[in-house]
């Protein structure tokens, strides 16, 4: 039963358009949510994070939205850049717990 | 400018053989983290350790053992590697802190024929 979800596989867009990735999660308990970069052949790097007592984060370009009710995060890349072109990763942990969680994952193209 | 590091980087093995991969960090973390990931499942946690001298099941350990030797260093190990443990493997750490997340190596990628 996957806990962290990533309905869509890929999402292609035109550069300096906005980018939007989804992430639904099913445990209440997960009170703390990332989302990881991967390009191929490189391990995971940490993009932004956002706590659940908070609707929003912002980081430049990258902004992380959190729906609580409806157990829905999404990613907002504005503008989107061909260099954004990679695998995006959404993950979930509780405050208790030693373990993050991902979903399936998500590949960008950003096409210019 | 070290972070993690993972040995080795690619490995074929043949079924029933044995290795051990191993990991380590330069940042002072707590905790350390071994996943596989797969086409279409993500990353999936393995074994992490809270801390030095404990261990625990992540989702899939099942054909696999680890070892904290220290706080720097977290091994895994394939005692009879099988086909369906190939992937790429990630080591990562945490430092438990708030807004900071896991760091992770480069990876190693394991064929078993």
């Known amino acids: 039963d996957q806990q962290v979800k990533q309905n869509s596989p890929s999402l292609s867009v035109q550069e300096g358009r906005i980018s939007i990735l989804n992430c639904d999660y099913t445990?209440?308990?997960?009170?703390?949510f990332l989302w990881y970069k991967k390009y191929p052949a490189e391990g995971p790097t940490f993009l932004i994070s956002i706590s659940s007592i908070k609707d929003k984060n912002e980081d430049g370009r990258f902004t992380v939205f959190l729906n609580k009710s409806a157990k829905h995060l999404s990613l907002h890349i504005v503008p989107s850049q061909p260099g954004d072109s990679a695998v995006y990763f959404c993950?979930?942990?509780?405050?208790?717990?030693?373990?993050?969680?991902f979903g399936s994952g998500t590949r960008l193209l950003v096409r210019p | 400018n070290a972070g993690v590091t993972q040995t080795p980087k690619f490995q074929v093995l043949k079924t029933g053989q044995s290795m051990t991969l191993q990991c380590a960090q330069d940042?002072?973390?707590?905790?350390m983290y071994w996943y596989r990931q797969d086409p279409g499942m993500g990353l999936r946690l393995i074994y992490y350790?809270?801390?030095?001298?404990?261990?625990d099941k992540g989702e899939v350990p099942n054909g696999y053992n680890v070892s904290r030797l220290n706080k720097r260093e977290f091994s895994l190990r394939l005692e009879s590697a099988a086909p369906s443990q190939t992937s790429v493997y990630f080591c990562a750490s945490n430092p438990r802190l708030a807004g900071v997340g896991y760091t992770f190596g480069s990876g190693t990628r394991l064929t078993v024929v």
């Open positions: 445990n209440s308990m997960f009170d703390y």
């Open positions: 350790s809270a801390s030095e001298g404990t261990t």
């Open positions: 993950a979930a942990t509780s405050d208790s717990s030693y373990k993050l969680i």
């Open positions: 940042m002072n973390h707590n905790s």
